[in-house]
Nanobody
Framework: QVQLVESGGGLVQPGDSLRLSCTTS????????MSWVRQAPGKGLEWIAD????????YYADSVKGRFTISRDNNKETLFLQMSRLKREDTAVYYC??????????WGQGTRVTVSS
């Protein structure tokens, strides 16, 4: 079955960097666009980045543009999110999701990122 497993979250200080990974299985990874979505404490889901199935530069929410970079390794069926210059407001649970026909159809369980001094 389809599985998406995020990792790499943790507690960091403002200004730090962190790289999240999403390992996948159960589908042909290179056939699908992928996304990162986050949910801050007490708030709704926020889309933050997309990447096409073949890779490329990605698309970003204004809140993370210039600080976060989405990438993928189709050989390893893994999605990444490189986060730099982290802010307290980046504190959230981060989810990777598989995108099809404009809809996020499968989700991981999430990895928690806490930005605090």
């Amino acid at each position: 079955q389809v599985q998406l497993v995020e990792s790499g979250g943790g507690l960091v200080q403002p200004g730090d960097s962190l790289r999240l990974s999403c390992t996948t299985s159960g589908f042909t990874f290179s056939d699908y666009a992928m996304s990162w979505v986050r949910q801050a404490p007490g708030k709704g889901l926020e889309w933050i980045a997309d990447i096409k199935n073949g890779g490329g530069s990605g698309y970003y929410a204004d809140s993370v543009k210039g600080r976060f970079t989405i990438s993928r390794d189709n050989n390893k069926e893994t999605l990444f999110l490189q986060m730099s210059r982290l802010k307290r407001e980046d504190t959230a649970v981060y989810y990777c999701a598989k995108r099809a026909a404009g809809t996020l159809i499968d989700w991981g369980q999430g990895t928690r990122v806490t930005v605090s001094s």
